[in-house]
């Protein structure tokens, strides 16, 4: 796993700012918690301005959601760093990947997963493609294990994924369509594949 940091500075927007509509929802989420308690509203505001920002969070939204809650920078930063949902590079404007990398996708064929991201999309994670249209990293356990390999795609998730399958979703996102997410074989959600095997009938 690589070290999370952000952007270097060229990469970096000067300045950032909620809109009005994200400074009233902002201001919502805060008057949820307790007086006192309004930096528990981090993940979410952090979560408002990469989304404003076009699905990465600069160190810029970082440092204005830190002042609006009152808070230190380092603090924010802190918890941007953490958690990988929150994208500290600038990202593919169609799809950013995210591969769980951990031993279950691993043995279930997550490296042909990634042989697929250095050649479609880049050779090196947390670079966006020639093309401007996707990124990818490798990940933690994104926990659909019983459904692996799989990946993350903005907020859902694609399991149960072969080399092939996973270029079929990624030409569903160039072509600017969203696939259906979920498994991408025959089975619901995390019920065995085929069906089920026993328990198949009930007695009056």
């Known amino acids: 796993m690589a070290v999370r940091r952000v952007a270097p500075p060229e990469q970096q927007p000067k300045e950032f700012s ?36 076009g699905g990465w969070l600069p160190e ?27 994208l500290l590079q600038p990202c593919g404007t169609k799809a950013h990947v995210q591969v769980c990398g951990t031993t279950p996708c691993r043995l279930r064929g997550a490296d042909a997963i990634f042989d697929v991201c250095h ?13 401007g249209n996707f990124s990818w990293e490798e990940v933690e356990c994104l926990g659909a294990c019983v459904n692996a390999p799989m990946v993350l795609i903005w907020n859902d998730t694609y399991e149960d994924l072969t080399p ?33 095997t026993t328990l198949k009938t009930v007695k009056a």
């Open 18 to 53: 909620f809109t009005a509509d994200n400074l009233a929802w902002a201001k919502k989420q805060v008057e949820k918690y307790p007086p006192g308690r309004q930096q528990s509203a981090i993940i979410p505001l952090l979560w408002r301005a990469q989304e404003q920002n």
């Open 60 to 86: 810029a939204a970082i440092r204005h959601v830190a002042d609006f809650l009152d808070m230190a920078h380092i603090r924010a930063l802190e918890v941007a760093t953490f958690y990988t949902m929150f």
């Open 119 to 131: 050649k479609r999309i880049h050779h090196d994670a947390l670079h966006v493609s020639a093309d």
């Open 164 to 196: 092939e399958s996973f270029e079929k979703i990624l030409d569903e996102f160039a072509a600017g369509r969203k696939p259906k997410p979920g498994p991408q074989v025959d089975r619901q959600f995390s019920a065995p594949v085929g069906g089920p």
